[in-house]
Structure formats: C-alpha cells, structure tokens
T-cell receptor, first 116, second 113 residues
Framework: GAVVSQHPSRVICKSGTSVKIECRSLDFQATTMFWYRQFPKQSLMLMATSNEGSKATYEQGVEKDKFLINHASLTLSTLTVTSAHPEDSSFYIC????????????FGEGSRLTVL | AQSVAQPEDQVNVAEGNPLTVKCTYSVSGNPYLFWYVQYPNRGLQFLLKYITGDNLVKGSYGFEAEFNKSQTSFHLKKPSALVSDSALYFCALTTDSWGKLQFGAGTQVVVTP
C-alpha cells in the first residue's frame, strides 16, 4: 500500500532554533498534503493544507510565519518550525492524498518535537 | 458548522468481549466518515470508511462500523476484542471526499486479558 514517510521521528532542539520536518510520499504523487499537530492525549488539529507549487492554506489561528510550509515537489512537503519555543513542543503528523489512485489519505508516522 | 463527537474518553473491555466505540456527527449535506487507529507515538492507520452504499462497512483487523443516518452515528465495532486492539481510536468527518478531515477527540480503548 501507499506509504508516507516523515523525518525525523524525534527531534530535540534549543529555544530559538528552527526545525524542519519532512513528509514524503514514497510511491505516489501527492499534490496535496496536510499537516496536523497533536497534543498529548488530544485529537489532531489541522494546521495547514500544503499544495504543490503554491502557497499553503493555513487554518485560523495558525501562524504562517511561525510554521513555514513548503511543497516544492509532488512527493515532498516540509514544515519548518521557526524560532521554536517550548510551547511548540508537540507531535506533528502529516498526511498525503493519493489522487492518482483512490484518493485515499495516508498518514506519516509522526514527528515528536521537544523544545528545551 | 459540521462537527464530529466521540462521547467516551475511554472504553474498557475484557479480551474476547464485543467492543464498541461511539461516534456521532453533525453536518449539512452528505457525510464521508472514517475511522483511524493510533498506537503510541505513531501516525494514524486507516481502519474503514463510509462514502456511500451499504450502511455496514467492514474494515481492517476485523472492525466494522454502521452508518446510521437517522441517529447521525457511525459507531465502530468488533465482535471479539484483542489485547492488541488497545489504542487510541479517531472518528473523522468530511463533506468533500477530496477535502480535509475533521477529527473527533479520540477514544482510548483498553482491552484487558
């Protein structure tokens, strides 16, 4: 089946630094990817919709300058958490839609960010 | 505005007993409903979906769900739970088969031996 890969799975960084998380669709092209944030024991909160070749669409309340999203190719979207602070610590999950097949939505394994 | 609710934070069941995880929704228009499972520190795994057609949907790992339009529900069921079914379960809703999903709060399932 289709696979979505996220990297890194875990990252620890110091306050003020920037962290990049990659989301790759391994065996299909994904014109649309979604980025979610999940706090402990809570649901997934959609942050933004990443569209290949165009600007991401951010959900209300999500700072676009804080969470930079780039979808430069049909198989890769990146989320960069800029000037990270401890409150940015969270589990970030991406998903990609396989429009070329069934339109199924596939999820990455998630990336655990800890900001010290 | 559309919404999806999972009224139970946690469901406890003994291994071998039936498992039910509840989900209700509110939407104008036709709903597309999904169930996902999440193991600790992992992404979401797809279990099943309702788009149209038969109200009883069969999915992965022996799970099934019944779409009930009159009760606006899409409860997840498994006839005989396994300890390995212990995980966090999410119901999700969209009104556009290609669109973004709205997730319920999640239900923690604990299956005891």
């Amino acid at each position: 089946g289709a696979v979505v890969s996220q990297h890194p799975s875990r990252v620890i960084c110091k306050s003020g630094t920037s962290v990049k998380i990659e989301c790759r669709s391994l065996d299909f092209q994904a014109t649309t990817m979604f980025w979610y944030r999940q706090f402990p024991k809570q649901s997934l909160m959609l942050m933004a919709t990443s569209n290949e070749g165009s600007k991401a669409t951010y959900e209300q309340g999500v700072e676009k300058d804080k969470f930079l999203i780039n979808h430069a190719s049909l198989t890769l979207s990146t989320l960069t958490v800029t000037s990270a602070h401890p409150e940015d610590s969270s589990f970030y999950i991406c998903s990609a839609r396989d429009f070329t097949n069934t339109g199924e939505l596939f999820f990455g394994e998630g990336s655990r960010l800890t900001v010290l | 505005a559309q919404s999806v609710a999972q009224p139970e934070d946690q469901v406890n069941v003994a291994e071998g007993n039936p498992l039910t995880v509840k989900c209700t929704y509110s939407v104008s228009g036709n709903p597309y409903l999904f169930w996902y499972v999440q193991y600790p520190n992992r992404g979401l795994q797809f279990l099943l979906k309702y788009i149209t057609g038969d109200n009883l949907v069969k999915g992965s790992y022996g799970f099934e769900a019944e779409f009930n339009k009159s009760q606006t529900s899409f409860h997840l069921k498994k006839p005989s739970a396994l300890v390995s079914d212990s995980a966090l379960y999410f119901c999700a809703l969209t009104t556009d088969s290609w669109g973004k999903l709205q997730f319920g709060a999640g239900t923690q399932v604990v299956v005891t031996p």
